[in-house]
């Protein structure tokens, strides 16, 4: 087992640099399917806004908003979502459990609650940094396991949400650290090759800004698998096994019930009682 033993800085990063190194090649394709298309409405959308704020000054600090608003948005919504597809992979490689073909994890993945709990952080979030920016950066920190949790507990939207903040709220500088900061630097690299005037042409830009995103986002979103699998692990341990059964099992624990992949079906879910896919 690779798995980190504590939820500490240092043996969060280290399982999850592990997985990402050895899990590469298909980090990078799911990293793929869900960055990509994000990645380049967002990039398209803040370009345009960008436009219309050059050629309408009056209506510069509005657009400003509304692109700082839907980079932010797309931000969140992929993350939570990639974090979603990729548990399986963490799983795998740092439990131990069964392996799953990226096809079938999509198959079985519960998409409309990702999309739902992503939405819902995302419009938290944005609410909290047009009303006073430390609440929505306070929030970014303690939604940072939403979509682990939406598969790993088989949980709600709104119940992922609550179910994150309570558990990152003990270790709040450690999911900052681990998670905040390398985002807001994938975001100021981004800001930095801005500068460069060869940076502008649409060619050259566009598969940076797809390539940084799925490399970077792709590490971002196993940090975020295995601090949340860490938090669970912790939280039990604090509170005395106490959430052993039930659907908020954590995973060492759930992995027992947990059946094989087949060819014919998708996965079962390693985290949940009811042994429904992922």
């Known amino acids: 087992m690779k ?40 990039t398209l959308a803040t370009d345009a806004a960008r436009h219309v704020a050059d050629n309408a000054d009056v209506l510069s600090t509005v657009v400003w908003v509304t692109d700082t608003a839907v980079s932010v948005a797309g931000t969140i919504l992929s993350l939570i979502l990639f974090a979603g597809v ?113 940076y502008e042409h649409p060619l050259v830009h566009l598969p940076m800004d797809v390539a940084s995103t799925i490399l970077v986002g792709g590490l971002i979103g196993v940090i975020e698998v295995t601090l949340a699998h860490a938090l669970i692990a912790d939280h039990r341990r604090r509170h005395g096994g106490g959430e052993l059964e039930g659907p908020n099992a954590p995973a060492e624990v759930s992995s027992r019930r947990m059946g094989s992949v087949t060819e014919s079906g998708p996965p079962i879910a390693h985290g949940t009682a009811s042994g429904e896919g992922i």
Do not use: K
């Not at 500490?8 to 298309?37: D, K």
């Not at 609410?127 to 006073?132: E, I, M, Q, V, Y």
């Open 86 to 198: 990729i548990d399986r992979f963490v799983a795998v490689d740092q439990h131990g459990h069964e392996e799953a073909r990226l096809r079938d994890v999509l198959r079985g993945l519960p998409t409309a609650r990702l999309v739902l709990a992503g939405i819902l952080a995302a419009a938290l979030t944005l609410a909290g940094l047009l009303l006073f920016l430390v609440p929505g950066f306070v929030l970014m920190v303690l939604f940072s396991v939403v979509g682990p949790l939406v598969v790993i507990e088989d949980l709600g939207a709104w119940a992922s949400l609550l179910r994150s903040a309570r558990l990152v709220w003990p270790h709040f500088f450690l999911a900052l650290t681990v998670v905040l900061i390398p985002a807001m630097l994938e975001q100021e690299l981004s800001s930095w090759l801005e500068r460069f005037s060869w």
């Open 3 to 42: 798995a980190p033993r504590q939820a500490t800085i240092r043996s969060v990063l280290r399982a999850a640099i592990g997985t990402y190194r050895r899990r590469f090649g298909r980090i990078v394709v799911a990293a793929i399917v869900v960055f990509a298309p994000i990645d380049l409405v967002v």
